[in-house]
């Protein structure tokens, strides 16, 4: 069974940094490509940073120069570093697996952790 298991989320003022973690668990972690995605209240959802098996990265416009993406295979978890958050970064934020290790997302995700940026 697969999991996907969010945290690091939380409420920051503008100009604060968070990290998020997301430990996956029932997947070929080390060949899967793995994304964070974010939704706010009525928008659909969308791609905040991926990164895949062999390390290569892309980002989302808004959030390049200060999100950062990264994984550990021995620990089964990729993560996002935060600097330099907005009140716009506001968002429930999940992970995704693609165990094709394709861009673009797989079948499988987290439950969310809520990010709340205060201005």
């Known amino acids: 069974q697969v999991q996907l298991v969010e945290s690091g989320g939380g409420l920051v003022q503008a100009g604060g940094s968070l990290r998020l973690s997301c430990a996956a668990s029932?997947?070929?972690?080390?060949?899967?490509?793995m994304g964070w995605y974010r939704q706010a209240p009525g928008k659909r959802r969308e791609l905040v940073a991926g990164?895949?098996?062999?390390?290569?990265?892309n980002y989302a416009d808004s959030v390049k120069g200060r999100f950062t993406i990264s994984r550990d295979n021995a620990k089964n978890t990729v993560y996002l570093q935060m600097n330099s958050l907005k009140p716009e970064d506001t968002a429930v934020y999940y992970c995704n697996a693609n165990p094709l290790g394709l861009l673009g997302p797989g079948n499988y995700w987290g439950q969310g952790t809520q990010v709340t940026v205060s201005s």
């Open positions: 029932g997947i070929g972690f080390s060949l899967s490509s």
């Open positions: 990164i895949t098996s062999d390390g290569r990265t």
